[in-house]
């Protein structure tokens, strides 16, 4: 999420700008409202919601005409289960950062709130289609509307994790994984060694962390149309060995960055009193 400070990802380079948040326990299942029915949708690449300038540090806003012309071409999501198809970047696609050697490609769908209240939003059942790297769900949040003088942006609203829910793996993700290492083992035989020692780390990792969903809490106003930002940082691919911080002797083929191709996950909104 947005600005949060985020648990270390085993050896990936999947750096974003955080925030840290607050951590809450599981809640029970007491759901007030809901839609049943499972819908789609497409998230939108778009320009003047968000973005940073050369130096990496955040723009401060946009026309107003620029602005709502992205906020009101964005697709909406309401409560209930979506299945969000995340489009690959192509390219015609941009990165919402000038800042040099690091792009940032973000997504957009919007959100008006309903009821003034606190809302679960729950990810699940991530699916990627490079046969080359394994998709890793992160940097998703909820962003406000904000005016700074004769500009319009948005800024991040207080996000809180339950559990410990804070990553989304690609389903099958260590089956993929094992695949495209012994693949990339085939081609480099030299780096064997290497390699299995960054599966052994990477299995070790999951089967001691949940990955299975991203689930936060956040509290909406009523009538409030909120930007939902998707960043595509997350992934996980084999690189030539380097030597990583668990010790001077300790390799890893593991690298990370932006996903490209296209993805989808499902996504559930529930308003809770």
């Known amino acids: 999420m947005k600005k949060n400070v985020l648990k270390k990802l085993m050896c990936a380079v999947l750096a974003a700008a955080c925030v840290a948040t607050a951590v809450v326990p599981a809640m029970a299942d007491d759901v007030v ?14 320009y003047h919601l968000e973005g940073s300038d050369k130096n990496g540090y955040p723009v401060n806003g946009f026309s107003k005409a620029a602005f709502y012309k992205d906020l009101n071409s964005l697709p909406s ?3 209930g289960k979506t299945t969000v198809n995340v489009p690959a970047v192509t390219s015609s696609i941009k990165s919402v950062s000038k800042e040099k050697d690091n792009p940032c490609y973000r997504s957009f769908l919007k959100f008006k709130a309903p009821k003034t209240g606190k809302y679960v939003i729950t990810c699940t059942n991530l699916q990627g289609t490079d ?3 394994v998709k890793i769900l992160q940097n998703i949040y909820f962003d406000k509307v904000i005016k700074n003088g004769k500009k319009y942006g948005t800024e ?3 996000v809180y994790t339950i559990g410990d829910y804070e990553f989304l793996y690609e389903n099958n993700y260590l089956a993929k994984f094992r695949t495209i290492f012994d693949n990339y083992k085939a081609e480099h035989p030299e780096y064997a060694d290497a390699i299995d020692e960054t599966y052994n780390d990477e299995s070790e990792y999951v ?13 909406l106003k009523k009538g409030q149309t909120y930007v939902y930002v998707i960043d595509n940082i997350g992934m996980a691919e084999p690189c030539k060995p380097y030597l990583d911080e668990f010790g001077s002797d300790h ?16 996504m559930n909104i529930e308003y809770r009193k």
């Open 33 to 46: 409202t809901a839609e049943a029915a499972t819908k789609k949708v497409t998230s939108a690449y778009r």
């Open 77 to 79: 999501v309401k409560t």
């Open 131 to 133: 046969t080359q790297s």
């Open 156 to 158: 991040s609203i207080s």
């Open 207 to 219: 089967s001691k962390h949940p990955v299975n969903k991203i689930k936060f809490t956040t509290r």
């Open 251 to 266: 390799q890893s083929c593991l690298s990370g960055g932006n996903y490209l191709k296209a993805y989808s996950f499902d």
